[in-house]
């Protein structure tokens, strides 16, 4: 019984495993295969595809414009999200009921339903906005905000900012010097993972860049598509692509891990919130 | 409270191992129907492994454990006559303080209406009866462990098993529930050990004390025996605050200046350490010139702390006198003091 | 609070009808001063989160020459097309919320159980699994198991004729969407699973329980909140999902064979084809799916929580 158990335990380990690998496992031997027939596993290796992938100039313009855009949602993200936050736990905790039920919005409604409304009010009131990476930064900076918003609240809340405050202010500290000197170095970590997660939004996001602006503004995830569904187009690249874009996104939660670590209280998404608002 | 008396609990060289470290070191511990042993030691010296060895929830390498004359080695926790509270408040969070201490029976099978007859009668014994309907979460610290107490009595075990149940709460409800838990306990007159690293918890709860000590008993005891003779150099370091001076035997004889003269055991070597408690070393009554290095008054008693000269290192010892007797007594001060040498205990330096 | 405008300091009456005068400008003042630095955030949420859905509801309701109606809704819900792809919608989540469930929930448990370095050693397997997702991991599905994938080659050496679910199939995006749902799931409850104790098991082991007493009374109804929480999100999530939808089954799609809420946005926006005015209705389905879920999920978590706080 036990034996039985604890081999049905071991193979239902590896079957996940297993199951969880391959794809990624294949990608990379994709982006390595020189010749790739009808066997299981290459019939020759090469770098060579990623020499080409690097030489490849739409794909270095959709990786630049994939990053630079991913940084400035996340200081647009930064400076709109932490003063809010900071006021709502020193001053006006009114403000929480609004980021709640606009945090909302993203994280339950698909991006995809986000873009049509956002191309049909803006078609309407600012046409000329559509297909510009400004309403793709203020999108995204928009469906991005909750990840910020929750760890940066979480963090506050952990480093106690209402007596952080109180003695700042104690001390003569204007409300911009508390923020700059006292409150953010503070919460240094949880405003870092908080962070990286709108990058990581940014950097991976689909359906708002194909629907607001398309080709006019083409970044990985849409130079992806293309090469997928264009079948003259070499898979190899594909592979590179698909590689790079996991690497990112991968690091990153791996950071975003290392920077919550040691953290309680992470259940799931909004039961922070709610626990607070039985607090309060 | 009606019950058939409790039987009592037999261990017969229990042995337990992990990798190299010897947890438990051929232990064997009778306790008497109905009587309260406490297992003190520091941490890591094997009394939660005795006592979960008991519990069945600790499997020992060897060695026999009986519980009301049956032979229970074999069984699984679930199958022994124990209960059991636990260090950390373990009430299960989803059921009410009721249906916690209703649990047990239920499990064993009992009608829904003798499981809340029971589980109220309990609850008035350990004085929960306001609180029945509430989660654990909705009551103090000290209440979850009444519950607890509560639980683990339901099913009427032959033994019940502590493992250090104050050591989570605050001192002032900490000895409150040790009263209440001996009043209880003699109430029911159930076998019981408690498990507990704080020696005064020992002391005032205990019928006898087992000092533990590398996986061994090295001293059982009533607790006035064991505080006025400890036998070993170990229970006389861990019980009871005592002075200990590590001195040199000349000619069989241990002397401290002239505030202490005493004769060494046989077959110590060279150096002793000789123990002695702070009421019995005499200040102002001749002796040896001690400096004194700090006074604190502490309401009855007032404690110095001493330091006599050697030749060496000086000694350091405190020494306890009635506060009406320390009026005047300064820090920097010389005084002669005398340890009473009936009450030294000595035992070869390790 | 003090600071309201309203307050009357303790120092007589003279203060008191002198507020007053003061008060409106002063009660204008002190209430920009309570919102002014949220006021940017609110801005970009309004405007692009808010109203961008408000806009949707509207449409689906109304129309220049007639007001509001609700022919858009008549006009979908009887659309045999447009039923397909609500039902396949909520099909999908169903069953891969129900997969995230049954898979997760073990192995969240016998994870947050395991020592520390091989505890590490999955949360970056399932890492790398939450985190490739899209165009990229509908590449990898294909690469694995599309018609000459390694796995796919790889089966055909032991069962000859052996075909992998046609790509851009119901099971075939079922099978591509757990690769980020379990370990989501998975990710999403493990704290919760750290909430059972050790020593629960203990007492209740001493309490004369089985280990499957245990789970029944205990573990079962502590975790089982969590549980519903996390399939909750994995159900909303599932019926959201569009990159990964749109590369796999475009094709499908197009000839009808495939019928999903956001692939029938998504294709009318992008091609043109099909009535814009469906395409509000089921972003509005989509829209009422999420709510609901939402709601839903904040009752789970209070009740998960509801032993704790």
């Known amino acids: 019984m036990v034996h039985l158990g604890r081999i049905g335990r071991w193979a239902f380990f590896a079957f996940i495993a297993l199951y969880l690998a391959i794809p990624m496992v294949a990608v990379i031997l994709y982006s390595f295969s020189a010749r790739w027939t009808s066997n299981i596993l290459p019939d020759a290796y090469t770098l060579a595809h990623w020499g080409e992938a690097f030489r490849d100039e739409r794909m270095r313009n959709a990786f630049w414009r994939t990053t630079w855009m991913a940084i400035a949602v996340l200081l647009l993200d930064i400076v709109l999200v932490v003063p809010a936050v900071y006021w709502q736990r020193v001053r006006n905790p009114k403000i929480r009921v609004f980021a709640e039920l606009s945090a909302a919005i993203p994280f339950v409604l698909p991006f995809i339903v986000i873009a049509f409304g956002i191309l049909k009010f803006m078609g309407r009131s600012a046409p000329q906005m559509l297909g510009t990476p400004l309403i793709i930064l ?16 979480g963090a506050m809340a952990a480093a106690n900012v209402g007596r952080l405050n109180e003695a700042a202010v104690v001390c003569g500290a204007s409300p911009l010097q508390t923020l700059r000197h006292v409150i953010l170095p503070n919460i240094s970590s949880g405003l ?55 690497v990112v996104l991968f690091g990153i939660s791996v950071a975003v891990v290392y920077l919550n670590r040691g953290r309680e209280g992470g259940f799931l998404p909004g039961s922070r919130a709610l626990v607070t608002e039985k607090n309060e | 409270m009606t019950r058939s008396s409790s039987g009592g609990v037999s261990l017969s060289g229990i042995s337990k191992h992990y990798g190299a470290v010897r947890a438990l070191d051929d232990v064997s511990l009778e306790v008497a129907p109905g009587e309260l042993i406490a297992l003190l030691g520091p941490s890591g010296c094997g009394k939660t492994t005795l006592l979960r060895s008991v519990a069945g929830l600790e499997k020992p390498d060897s060695g026999r454990v009986v519980i009301g004359g049956r032979d229970v080695t074999q069984d699984p926790a679930r199958k022994r ?40 009668e309990l609850l008035a014994l350990v004085g929960l009866s306001e609180q029945a309907d509430r989660y654990p979460h909705q009551v103090s610290g000290g209440q979850q462990q009444r519950g607890a107490l509560a639980r683990a009595l339901a099913p009427e075990p032959e033994v019940l ?74 229970s006389a370091g861990f019980v009871g605050n005592r002075n200990a001076l590590e001195l040199p035997v000349v000619n069989g004889v241990v002397r401290l200046g002239e505030a202490l003269t005493a004769n060494a055991p046989a077959g110590s070597g060279g150096r002793v350490v000789a123990f002695f408690r702070p009421e019995d070393v005499h200040v102002g009554q001749g002796g040896e010139a001690a400096t004194i290095e700090n006074v604190s008054f502490q309401g009855l008693l007032t404690r110095l702390h001493l330091s006599v000269p050697t030749g060496g290192e000086p000694a350091r010892l405190w020494a306890d006198l009635p506060s009406r007797n320390a009026a005047g007594l300064q820090v920097g001060g010389s005084v002669p003091v005398r340890i009473d040498a009936n009450h030294v205990r000595i035992f070869p330096a390790e | 609070m003090a600071r309201d405008g309203a307050t009357v300091l303790p120092g007589g009456a003279a203060e008191a009808s002198a507020a007053p005068r003061r008060g409106f400008l002063a009660s204008v003042g002190e209430g920009l001063a309570a919102w002014l630095p949220a006021l ?157 104790r050790t020593e629960w098991m203990e007492a209740a082991e001493t309490c004369a329980a089985t280990r499957w007493q245990f789970w029944r009374y205990i573990g079962a109804p502590v975790l089982a909140p969590f549980a519903l929480a996390g399939w909750l999100l994995i159900f909303t999530w599932s019926i959201g999902l569009y990159g990964l939808a749109y590369a796999l089954g475009r094709t499908a799609s197009t000839t009808g064979e495939l019928r999903l809420i956001t692939l029938q946005i998504g294709l009318t926006l992008n091609t043109g084809a099909g009535k814009e005015e469906r395409a509000y209705v089921l972003a509005v389905v989509l829209l009422l799916l999420a709510t609901v879920a939402l709601v839903a999920y904040r009752l789970m978590l209070r009740r998960a929580l509801r032993w704790f706080t």
């Open chain 1, 192 to 246: 870092a993972a908080g962070g990286m997660l709108v990058f990581a939004t940014s950097f991976g996001e689909f359906a708002l860049v194909q629907i607001l602006a398309g080709s006019r503004f083409e970044n990985i995830s849409l130079y992806s598509l293309d090469l997928l569904l264009n079948t003259t187009s070499q898979v190899e690249l594909m592979a590179v692509l698909t590689i790079l874009m996991f």
């Open chain 2, 161 to 234: 098993l502590l493992d250090e149940p104050l050591s989570a709460l605050d001192a002032l409800v900490r000895v409150r529930l040790r009263d209440e838990i001996r009043r209880i306990q003699q109430m029911v007159k159930i076998t019981a050990l408690y498990v507990t690293h704080d020696q005064a918890e020992a002391m005032a709860i205990a019928d006898r004390v087992a000092v533990m000590n590398a996986g061994k008993i090295e001293q059982l005891d009533a607790p006035a025996a064991l505080y006025d003779e400890p036998a070993t150099s170990f």
């Open chain 3, 40 to 196: 940017p955030l609110m801005a970009l949420a309004i405007v692009f989160l808010v109203v961008p859905t408000v806009e949707l509801v509207v449409r689906s309701f109304y129309t220049p020459d007639l007001g509001w109606n609700l022919s858009f809704w008549q006009d979908t819900l009887t659309s045999n097309g447009s039923r397909k792809a609500i039902l396949t919608s909520v099909r999908l989540g169903l069953v891969c919320a129900t997969i995230a469930l049954v898979i997760g929930t073990p192995l969240a448990w016998a994870i947050s159980r395991m020592v520390t370095a091989k505890r590490s050693t999955w949360l970056a397997l399932l890492n790398v699994g939450a985190n490739f997702g899209g165009i990229g991991l509908a590449f990898g599905y294909m690469a694995a198991l599309g018609t000459y994938g390694m796995v796919t080659l790889a089966v055909q050496k032991v069962i000859s004729g052996f075909m992998p679910p046609e790509i851009g199939s119901f099971t075939s995006l079922v099978m591509a969407y757990s690769y980020t749902n379990v370990p989501l799931f998975v990710l999403l409850t493990l704290p919760a699973m750290g909430i059972i």
């Open chain 2, 81 to 120: 006559p124990i209960g059991m509270v636990f260090q950390s408040y373990v009430l299960f969070p989803n059921m009410t303080i009721r249906d916690n201490v209703g649990f047990p029976l239920r499990m064993r099978g009992a009608s829904s209406d003798a499981v809340r007859k029971r589980a109220d």
């Open chain 1, 138 to 153: 203020l999108s995204h900076a928009a469906i991005a905000f909750p990840f910020l918003y929750w760890a940066v609240d």
